[in-house]
């Protein structure tokens, strides 16, 4: 079966650091962009970071420019996001996506893990 998993959230000091991982399985994933998404309460789901299927190019939303950055392991099926300089406004599940190349291909979406920012 198809699976993300995510981890490394937990509860971080403003200006601390945390990364977060993103185990995929039962799919090609070398074939997939991937991405993360955060949603806080009462918040539209924000698109984060984005990293193309050979890891050539990210981009990343404004809000994170600078702090945050995205890698993958194509080896080992695996996406990460660096967060440094973290800030209470991160504080948000942050879910990975996995978006396919092909249109008609399908899409996948881990659970979510949480981070928490706050002093």
């Known amino acids: 079966q198809v699976q993300l998993v995510e981890s490394g959230g937990g509860l971080v000091q403003p200006g601390g650091s945390l990364r977060l991982s993103c185990v995929a399985s039962?799919?090609?994933?070398?074939?997939?962009?991937m991405k993360w998404y955060r949603q806080a309460p009462g918040k539209e789901r924000e698109l984060v970071a984005t990293?193309?299927?050979?890891?050539?190019?990210?981009n990343y939303a404004n809000s994170v420019k600078g702090r945050f950055t995205i890698s993958r392991d194509n080896a080992k099926n695996t996406v990460y996001l660096q967060m440094n300089g973290l800030k209470p406004e991160d504080t948000a599940v942050y879910c990975c996506?996995?978006?396919?190349?092909?249109?008609?291909?399908?899409?996948?979406w881990g659970q979510g893990t949480q981070v928490t920012v706050s002093s």
């Open positions: 039962g799919f090609t994933f070398s074939m997939y962009h």
């Open positions: 990293i193309t299927s050979t890891g050539g190019s990210t």
């Open positions: 996506n996995a978006d396919p190349l092909l249109y008609n291909w399908p899409n996948y």
